[in-house]
Nanobody
Framework: VQLQASGGGLVQAGGSLRLSCTAS????????INWFRQAPGKEREFVAG????????IYADSVKGRFTISRDKGDKTAYLQMNSLKPEDTAVYYC????????????WGLGTQVTVSS
C-alpha cells in the first residue's frame, strides 16, 4: 500500500483545511487509516484514525470537536477536515495505515505541511 497525503497549506487561526490521503493497493477492512502530526522539536503524535471497514473513528483529545476524519472506500481516500484551526495545530501531517492510533504503522505516506498563523 502506498499513501499520498495532500491538502496542506497556510491558513489563519480559526480557518479550515481538508487533508486527503489517497491509497494505492488493497486496503483490508481491518486496517485503520490514521493521521499523525509532528511539529518542530516535538515528537510525532496521533491525531485521528478511522477503521476502513466499519468507519469507526477515534480522535486525540486536542482535536476532538474540531477535526473530522472520514473515508471514501470507492476512491480509497481518507479525509481529515480541520476546522477552528489554532497556531498549535501547525505541523507536518502524515497519513499512515495499520493499527488504530499507534505509532507502529505498517505504511506511511509523505507528510503535508499545515501552517496556522495567529
Amino acid at each position: 500500500v502506498q499513501l499520498q497525503a495532500s491538502g496542506g497549506g497556510l491558513v489563519q487561526a480559526g480557518g479550515s483545511l481538508r487533508l486527503s490521503c489517497t491509497a494505492s493497493g488493497r486496503i483490508l477492512s481491518s486496517t485503520a487509516i490514521n493521521w499523525f502530526r509532528q511539529a518542530p522539536g516535538k515528537e510525532r503524535e496521533f491525531v485521528a484514525g478511522i477503521r476502513w471497514g466499519y468507519g469507526t473513528t477515534i480522535y486525540a483529545d486536542s482535536v476532538k470537536g474540531r477535526f473530522t476524519i472520514s473515508r471514501d472506500k470507492g476512491d480509497k481516500t481518507a479525509y481529515l477536515q480541520m476546522n477552528s484551526l489554532k497556531p498549535e495545530d501547525t505541523a507536518v501531517y502524515y497519513c499512515a495505515a495499520g493499527e488504530v492510533a499507534t505509532l507502529s504503522q505498517r505504511y506511511w505516506g509523505l507528510g503535508t505541511q499545515v501552517t496556522v498563523s495567529s
